[in-house]
C-alpha cells in the first residue's frame, strides 16, 4: 500500500468535512453573519431594484428631482438612496455594503450605524440639490 493512501468515511452530519463540532463556530469567526441593518438594507435595495424592473412607471416617484423641477417630493430626500441605474450598479454597490457594512455596524452598532447611513444619505441629497 503507498504510503500516502488515507481511509475516506462519508460525513455523516451537516457539519464541515474534515471539521469538528466547532466547524461552524470557525466559520463564523472567519466570516461572521451579517448583523441586521446591514441585511435589511441589502435587502431593501435589491428588493425596490426588482420591483421598479417590473414596474418602471413607479421609478419617478422615488427618484431625487431639482426643487425647481415640479417634480420633488419631501421623501425623495431617502427614498433616492434604495435606487439604482442598472444591475451592475446595484451589483457593486451591495458588493461594497456586504464587504464593509457589517463590520461598520458590529464596530459603531446598529443605532448609530443607522444613523450615520441616514445622516449620509441626506446630506448627500442636500448637496445633489444645491449645487
Known amino acids: 500500500m503507498p504510503l500516502f493512501c488515507v481511509a475516506y468515511t462519508a460525513p455523516t452530519s451537516t457539519a464541515l468535512p474534515g471539521a469538528g463540532a466547532a466547524s461552524r463556530?470557525?466559520?463564523?469567526?472567519?466570516?461572521?453573519?451579517?448583523?441586521?441593518?446591514?441585511?435589511?438594507?441589502?435587502?431593501?435595495?435589491?428588493?425596490?431594484?426588482?420591483?421598479?424592473?417590473?414596474?418602471?412607471?413607479?421609478?419617478?416617484?422615488?427618484?431625487?428631482?431639482?426643487?425647481?423641477?415640479?417634480?420633488?417630493?419631501?421623501?425623495?430626500?431617502?427614498s433616492y438612496a434604495f435606487?439604482?441605474?442598472?444591475?451592475?450598479?446595484?451589483?457593486?454597490n451591495m458588493l461594497g455594503l456586504w464587504m464593509f457594512g457589517g463590520e461598520l455596524e458590529r464596530v459603531w452598532g446598529p443605532k448609530r450605524y443607522t444613523q450615520i447611513l441616514v445622516a449620509s444619505t441626506l446630506s448627500a441629497a442636500l448637496v445633489q440639490l444645491l449645487f
Open 25 to 78: 463556530r470557525d466559520l463564523d469567526a472567519l466570516m461572521p453573519p451579517l448583523p441586521s441593518v446591514t441585511k435589511a438594507f441589502l435587502l431593501a435595495c435589491v428588493g425596490v431594484f426588482c420591483l421598479f424592473e417590473l414596474f418602471p412607471g413607479l421609478a419617478p416617484w422615488f427618484e431625487l428631482w431639482p426643487l425647481s423641477s415640479g417634480f420633488f417630493m419631501p421623501w425623495q430626500l431617502l
Open 83 to 92: 435606487l439604482h441605474g442598472s444591475f451592475t450598479h446595484l451589483l457593486f
